[in-house]
């Protein structure tokens, strides 16, 4: 069984331009999460996708960040205009049902904006 | 608000035992979880407790005291492959059942 898969691994963007980040869950699993990781910091949870609906969107900082999951399957997160504060890495998890207590990780997309 | 407290390096030996301490402040609180990156790599999920006590998986254990807010994780017989940030997480009612909130992780590093 294939893993959570994120693309890219890494993505170099200067400051003002727009990133789109992948996230393919393992198959079969409705729920999908987006985190992030600031540099030495904690994982902060930004969202929450059941199948195709936006479950929990409170950790999302702000309007420049856009998640998608069109057909319940792979999601996007859109980053525009980015800022310099976005820089982190970006981290993809999926579970087959709400509340299991394992999350599935993918490894993650390194951004780094100058 | 919620908070998490986990020391932010530990080193240890080849072969011997590490406990890694984690105390947290939150509200309708669910449980606790362990997860293990390695650099470059994907969270890993290593174990939960929702209720008081020790659970083991194999060289891992992971105990938690409710009454206390306190938990920690016990890797036994270290190897060299067990360098690694080790995050606990909780689940609150804030998070909700289904997210996590995250500390800050502790890098642990074995040395021979």
């Known amino acids: 069984e294939a893993g959570v898969t994120q693309f890219p691994s890494h993505s170099v963007i200067e400051k003002g331009q727009t990133v789109t980040l992948r996230c393919d869950p393992i198959?079969?699993?409705?729920?999908l999460y987006w985190y992030r990781r600031v540099m030495g910091k904690e994982i902060k949870f930004l969202l929450h996708f059941v199948k195709e609906s936006k479950q929990d969107e409170s950790g999302m900082p702000n309007n420049r960040f856009l998640a998608e999951r069109t057909g319940g399957t792979y999601s996007t997160l859109k980053v525009q205009p980015a800022e310099l504060e976005d820089s982190g890495v970006y981290f993809c998890a999926s579970s087959q049902e709400a509340g299991r207590r394992e999350q599935y990780f993918g490894p993650g997309t390194r951004l780094t904006v100058t | 608000g919620q908070s998490l407290e986990q020391p932010s390096e530990v080193t240890a030996v080849e072969g011997a035992i590490v406990q890694i301490n984690c105390t947290y402040q939150t509200s309708g609180f669910y449980g606790l979880s362990w997860y293990q990156q390695h650099d470059g790599g994907a969270p890993t999920f290593l174990s939960y407790?929702?209720?008081?006590g020790l659970e083991e998986t194999g060289r891992f254990s992971s105990f938690l005291s409710r009454s206390d807010s306190y938990g920690y994780l016990l890797l036994q017989e270290l190897q060299m492959k067990d360098s690694a940030s080790y995050f606990c997480?909780?689940?609150?009612?804030?998070?909700?059942?289904?997210?996590?909130?995250f500390g800050t992780g502790t890098r642990l590093t074995v040395i021979p």
């Open positions: 198959s079969g699993h409705d729920n």
């Open positions: 997480a909780v689940r609150d009612r804030q998070t909700g059942a289904n997210n996590l909130f």
């Open positions: 407790n929702a209720l008081d």
